[in-house]
């Protein structure tokens, strides 16, 4: 099934990337005022027709109509996309953006695939098998993370669009001490904690239920003997989720994955 998934994954990336080589964008604001590209739709009607002929069950999309929790909550597995993470991003052209698809099950991803197009390299997280980094061209390599040691000042990787001036002040708070910064966009911030490239990623502030399921599979399954503990759950009653900090847990130091 996961080479099923990167295959579409990278069709869906494709044709994210034929709209990003225009020279002009079409953008439009939806409801809640966040922006939406031709890119966008494009990617959602390319996965979702393909996760039919994976496996038939639902598929919940940011870019389509969301079933209410009456008939979400008796879906024990699902498909959760977003089709075109970080459009921002992709509006500013700076390739950091990412197609997502995970599969959950009983409120946790069981499986998440992260594409990036403009470096064409994706990362997949897996209950059963753990999590890799997989160039278009060449051979996928076994990805690992470990809980930080807070004492010492960890690298943080943030938002590139919705930077927080008092990051380190909120970390603070938590003992946590910032030794370096790296800025992403989108998914990708999950997948560099779960490659070790960052310690930990805060998120002060609202994120949806796509946003972060295909990402947080790549983290969770990164750890070197067991699960690494994550904080989020999905299939609320709300898609939103609350603050938190990807990369350690709070209720149990130096668990090291």
Not at 160 to 176: F, T, W
Not at 212 to 226: I, N, P
Request: glycine residues 8%.
């Amino acid at each position: 099934m996961t080479d099923k998934l990167i295959s579409l994954a990278r069709r869906a990336g494709q044709a994210i990337l034929s709209y990003y080589r225009e020279e002009e964008l079409t953008v439009v604001r939806k409801e809640d005022h966040s922006p939406v590209t031709g890119a966008d739709l494009a990617s959602h009607d390319i996965i979702v027709q393909g996760l039919k002929q994976i496996e038939a069950i639902p598929v919940l999309s940011e870019e389509a109509g969301i079933p209410g929790y009456e008939e979400r909550k008796t879906w024990q597995r699902y498909w959760l996309i977003d089709p075109l993470d970080g459009t921002k991003e992709f509006i500013k052209r700076n390739g950091e953006f990412t197609v997502n698809i995970a599969l959950i099950k009983n409120g946790e991803p069981e499986l998440g695939i992260v594409y990036l197009p403009t470096t064409e390299l994706t990362y997949t997280g897996e209950k059963t098998r753990g999590s890799y980094k997989i160039p278009d061209h060449g051979p996928g390599v076994r990805i690992y993370s470990g809980e930080p040691d807070i004492s010492r000042a960890l690298t943080v990787t943030v938002s590139r669009s919705h930077a927080l001036d008092n990051l380190e002040e909120k970390l603070a708070e938590q003992s946590i001490t910032v030794g370096k910064k790296i800025t992403a966009g989108s998914s990708l911030k999950f997948c560099l904690v779960a490659e070790g490239t960052a310690d930990i990623y805060p998120r002060f502030g609202p994120t949806m239920e796509w946003d972060t399921a295909a990402g947080d599979a790549v983290f969770r399954y990164s750890g070197r003997k067991k699960e690494r503990y994550s904080p989020l759950t999905y299939n609320k009653p709300s898609l939103k989720h609350e603050d938190f900090i990807i990369g350690i847990n709070q209720n149990k130091q130096n668990d090291h994955g």
